[in-house]
């Protein structure tokens, strides 16, 4: 087994005090260290291979330089996006992250919930499966002054007690209704892909109320629950094809992007035509979508403005000389309607 390398070894091979070392390879603000003596310490960290111990270095400075990110499924496009987003920006502000996945489980998600405090971080990033369930826990949070952001879709009729990133998703689908209903589409459908136990949240009974006030009867909507994986989403929207041969929908609309591209498997399977036949608008609006052999029209998050605010709002409660100082705050972005070929005129 390798020895390990430590400090003293660095101090010892660029001639140095550890103090010297330590404020050197720490780049704190007091080092009166010369330009030369500080390339000295550097170079010798770099011959030895010499990393820094997280807990130690957190013993020293009160800090790991480490992020946690709490997302609900790593498998889902959208959300490995989120995390490669998000490590980018606290990269660039001197952080590392740590994912942890609950893998759409409700109950992995209360028990990684529970050890957030556990986790050697400064603070966290939390994607829930629904912020209102968790809002005792995230007032607990909040009183104990632990430096947290909740990201999310949809905007609470109370304020959440943390930081918090939001999506608002009036503007994206109020955007996409009104141009599938301008294409002469009566019938519709909505995928609600949840996982189990997982409460449908605002988007479907959203999107029945603008389709009520475009004049379209609760009769003509199917909303359609299956479970978070894209396999599930072709599996329940092909049943349904089944059993409704007739009088089918010729627009459809998913809580995500894979659910979308599930259902749309199974609108191909069953013989029907991408977007002759039925339109398909997904949501999220990951990378995938401008490539798939029928480009996939989709609700945008906008992931960048997302991640880097959360990043910057858990940051600077992380490095405030008063966190408490500062009250929870919330931003809030737009969704936006991106049509591609998936979406076409309602068949005559």
């Known amino acids: 087994m390798n020895k390990r390398i430590r400090l003293k070894d660095v101090a010892e091979r660029a001639g140095v005090a550890v103090n010297t070392a330590s404020t050197i390879l720490n780049r704190r603000p007091n080092s009166w260290a010369s330009k030369e003596t500080e390339a000295r310490v550097f170079q010798a960290a770099r011959e030895l291979g010499y990393r820094p111990s997280k807990t130690a270095r957190a013993l020293r400075s009160g800090r790991y330089h480490t992020i946690g990110l709490l997302i609900q499924d790593l498998t889902n496009p959208f959300f490995s996006t989120l995390a490669d987003e998000l490590e980018a920006a606290v990269e660039e502000r001197g952080y590392d992250l740590l994912v942890e996945n609950c893998r759409s489980s409700l109950v992995r998600e209360k028990h990684l919930f529970a050890d957030l405090e556990d986790l050697e971080v400064d603070g966290s990033v939390l994607w829930l499966s629904d912020n209102e369930v ?143 036949d039925l339109s398909i608008v997904g949501v999220d609006d990951v990378p995938l979508c401008s490539y798939l052999p029928i480009t996939l029209t989709s609700i945008r998050q906008r992931y960048k403005k997302i991640t880097r605010t959360a990043a910057d709002l858990l940051i600077s409660r992380i490095e405030a000389a008063d966190p408490t100082a500062l009250p929870p705050r919330q931003e809030v972005f737009a969704t936006v309607y991106t049509p591609r070929e998936s979406v076409g005129p309602a068949e005559a």
């Open 134 to 276: 968790f809002r005792p826990e995230l007032a607990t949070i909040a009183e104990a002054k632990q430096p947290v952001v909740v990201l999310g879709n949809g905007i609470p009729e109370k304020p959440i007690p943390v930081d918090a990133v939001l999506s608002d998703f009036t503007q994206g689908l109020t955007d996409a209704v009104e141009a599938l209903c301008q294409l002469g589409h009566k019938r519709f459908a909505f995928v609600s892909a949840l996982a189990e136990g997982q409460a449908d949240g605002q988007r479907p009974r959203l999107f029945q109320e603008m389709l009520a006030a475009r004049g379209i009867p609760a009769g003509n909507i199917d909303i359609l629950r299956t479970g978070h994986t894209v396999e599930s989403a072709c599996e329940t929207f092909a049943g349904f094809l089944k059993k409704r041969p007739d009088k089918r929908p010729t627009a459809l609309f998913a809580m995500n992007d894979l659910a979308a591209i599930g259902a749309m498997r199974a609108a191909i399977e069953a013989g029907l035509s991408i977007p002759a």
